[in-house]
């Protein structure tokens, strides 16, 4: 219904950004870490894919940088038990190529190390979507890089806009970032700290 939204970031954080377009409308769009990655600063404009998702009591607007996680968004919906916010999570936790890596090669563990996907949902994926996925990697997204503090605290926003509690996040990070040092982007701040949680 919606493909794409074209305007400016008025609002943005690790889980949603708010485009405004030239309408003087501004669309509240869910995204994955990934896409939060590769958006430009508040104020400047950015054109976002969408998926248009209608259930009984909401319709939600999800966003991509990329074509291809889009696709994968939408093929990931496709697993029995996989919703619009696991397939988020996913995207958040694991590149496009990660995922479809773990499809091709059969790695049900890979897929069952994002919170929340237990093992029979992992298999699920795989077993489903082997045939429909790409063997190959579809473009990563650019990570951005910002300072160490800025970093811990938009990783921070991100996993209590994914339903944690502060208090076990920070912890997580802070393990994180004692294991890994502090260059760390945001996105891998979150793919980290998910596998702890």
Not at 28 to 44: C, H, K, R, V
Not at 94 to 120: D, P, R
Request: proline share 2%.
């Amino acid at each position: 219904m919606i493909n794409h939204i074209r305007g400016k970031i008025v609002d943005k954080n690790p889980a949603r950004v708010v485009v405004e377009t030239a309408g003087g409308v501004g669309y509240d769009i869910n995204i994955s870490l990934a896409t939060f990655s590769s958006l430009p600063q508040e104020g400047e404009d950015v054109k976002l894919l969408t998926c248009f998702i209608v259930k009984e009591d909401a319709q939600i607007l999800y966003g991509f940088a990329e074509e291809e996680e889009r696709e994968l968004f939408k093929l990931l919906l496709t697993v029995n038990g996989i919703g619009p916010n696991t397939a988020r999570l996913i995207l958040s936790s694991m590149s496009v190529g990660e995922v479809l890596n773990a499809i091709a090669t059969e790695n049900v563990k890979a897929i069952q190390s994002v919170k929340g996907i237990g093992a029979k949902t992992a298999q699920r994926v795989v077993l489903e979507l082997k045939g429909k996925a790409k063997k190959t990697d579809w473009g990563n997204v650019a990570k951005n890089s910002s300072s160490y503090n800025n970093n811990k605290y938009e990783a921070l926003s991100a996993l209590i806009a994914l339903g944690f509690p502060k208090a076990g996040a920070e912890s997580a990070l802070d393990k994180v970032i004692q294991a890994e040092g502090i260059n760390l982007t945001v996105e891998d701040l979150v793919k980290r700290s998910l596998k702890l949680l």
